[in-house]
T-cell receptor
Framework: DAGITQSPRHKVTETGTPVTLRCHQT?????MYWYRQDPGHGLRLIHY???????DKGEVSDGYSVSRSKTEDFLLTLESATSSQTSVYFC?????FGTGKYEQYFGPGTRLTVT | QKEVEQNSGPLSVPEGAIASLNCTYS??????FFWYRQYSGKSPELIMF????GDKEDGRFTAQLNKASQYVSLLIRDSQPSDSATYLC???????????FGTGTQLKVEL
């Protein structure tokens, strides 16, 4: 998984509780991304980061916030989880802008269930 | 119109045959193109990328890019049951700093 870990790998939580997912990379990539994947929708971008403390919204950012205090860590927070946020969440790193390499690599994923 | 379109399948091919997976994209400014393989319950795995018009071969895989027609394809030669997975097409458009994914084509290689 290209030096990317995600934690936890599985989580069950109740509606209304806060949840934080962690992505950790050892590749020193500047760009990091959070996606969710749902049947029929494919991979959808939630938020991404282009450097420490630099983040931007993706297409499905409502209900999610992110933080990046170190190059290696990118956190995704659901402030008040809802059942519609039940999904599989993937972190990804890359592209390596300025290096001529545009490949993106994914972490192992976190399966989140909101009951 | 979706930005990146793929036939959802399933595409069924017999073992040993050539599997052909197709993807079309809408943004003519798209620069880089990627194919990911995803097994059920696993994360997407990058298997091919192509930046220039033409063909790129890597083992049993060939990626083909035609920017004029705005399509990219993936050929898998000598298909094996282990190739059974969902294949995601992704496109990088330079202005957005992000990839856009198709919804994937499910491939089934039958014995």
């Amino acid at each position: 998984d290209a030096g990317i870990t995600q934690s936890p790998r599985h989580k069950v939580t109740e509606t209304g509780t806060p949840v934080t997912l962690r992505c950790h990379q050892t590749e020193n990539h500047r760009y990091m991304y959070w996606y969710r994947q749902d049947p029929g929708h494919g991979l959808r971008l939630i938020h991404y980061s282009y450097g420490v403390k630099d983040t931007d919204k993706g297409e499905v950012s409502d209900g999610y916030s992110v933080s990046r205090s170190k190059t290696e860590d990118f956190l995704l927070t659901l402030e008040s989880a809802t059942s519609s946020q039940t999904s599989v969440y993937f972190c990804a790193i890359g592209p390596g802008f300025g290096t001529g390499k545009y490949e993106q690599y994914f972490g192992p994923g976190t399966r989140l269930t909101v009951t | 119109q979706k930005e990146v379109e793929q036939n959802s399948g399933p595409l069924s091919v017999p073992e040993g045959a050539i599997a052909s997976l197709n993807c079309t994209y809408s943004d003519r400014g798209s620069q880089s193109f990627f194919w990911y393989r995803q097994y059920s319950g696993k994360s997407p795995e990058l298997i091919m990328f192509i930046y220039s018009n033409g063909d790129k071969e890597d083992g049993r895989f060939t990626a083909q890019l035609n920017k004029a027609s705005q399509y990219v394809s993936l050929l898998i030669r000598d298909s094996q049951p282990s190739d059974s997975a969902t294949y995601l097409c992704a496109v990088f458009t330079g202005g957005g700093n992000k990839l856009t994914f198709g919804t994937g084509t499910q491939l089934k290689v039958e014995l």
